[in-house]
C-alpha cells in the first residue's frame, strides 16, 4: 500500500514539473518579439488572420480589435518629408 502511494506521488510529481518545462519551454521562445511585426506584416500588409468565435467573451472581442489596431499601426510607413 505505501508503494503504490509512493509511486503515485512520484508520478505527480513528475507530471507536474513536465508540464512546468513545457509552460516554461513555450514562454521562453515566445519571448523574442525582437521582430514583432516581421511575420505578420509583409510589405505594408497585414498576412495573417484573427478569429473570434460567435460566444466570445467580450474581452476576447476587445483583445482581437487591439491586435489589429497594433498591427495597423505596424503596416503604416512614414512619407519622406513629413
Same mark, same amino acid.
Request: glycine fraction near 16%.
Given at each position: 500500500m505505501r508503494f503504490q502511494k509512493a509511486i503515485k506521488k512520484i508520478m &505527480?510529481?513528475?507530471t507536474g514539473a513536465t508540464m512546468m518545462g513545457a509552460t516554461l519551454m513555450g514562454a521562453f521562445a515566445a519571448a523574442d518579439l525582437a521582430n514583432?511585426? &516581421?511575420p505578420f506584416i509583409k510589405d505594408?500588409?497585414?498576412? $495573417? =488572420?484573427?478569429? =473570434? $468565435? *460567435?460566444? &466570445? &467573451?467580450?474581452? *476576447? =472581442? !476587445? $483583445? =482581437?480589435s487591439d491586435i489589429? !489596431?497594433?498591427m495597423q499601426f505596424a503596416a503604416t510607413k512614414e512619407k519622406p518629408g513629413k
Open positions: &505527480a510529481l513528475g514583432y511585426p &516581421a505594408g500588409k497585414f498576412n $495573417g =488572420v484573427l478569429v =473570434v $468565435g *460567435d460566444k &466570445a &467573451a467580450a474581452e *476576447d =472581442v !476587445i $483583445g =482581437v489589429a !489596431i497594433s
